[in-house]
């Protein structure tokens, strides 16, 4: 068995095909059942505490598909979509950067 060199991986030469990384998203607007908030604290298992800008505080859930693809911390700015049936919960539909927070 030939012994391992330390190169390859999953990740192995994944940065340097990016180029400069800064693309330009298109901003997504709240709609019908959604609503704005900021993230208070992290609570585990994917959840977070939230202050939405309807003065309610809720709980969100990290969606399945952002769950390890998208990191959320305390302060950032998420757009939710609201439970009928649950008006205390909340899902976490997009993260929003400090650019696209600065343009709104």
């Not at 330390?6 to 095909?17: A, H, M, Q, S, V």
């Not at 208070?40 to 399945?64: E, F, K, P, S, W």
Request: charged share 35%; with cysteine.
């Amino acid at each position: 068995m030939p012994k391992n060199k330390g190169k390859g991986g999953k990740n192995f030469k994944k940065g340097k095909k990016g180029g400069d990384g800064e693309t330009r998203r298109d901003l997504i607007f709240k709609e019908d059942g959604q609503e704005y908030a900021q993230v208070l604290r992290m609570l585990g298992d994917g959840r977070l505490a939230l202050q939405c800008y309807d003065d309610v505080a809720r709980t969100g859930l990290i969606r399945g598909t952002m769950r390890r693809r998208v990191w959320i911390n305390t302060g950032d700015i998420v757009l939710i979509g609201l439970r009928e049936f649950q008006p205390d919960k909340a899902d976490v539909i997009h993260k929003y950067t400090t650019e696209e927070v600065q343009f709104c």
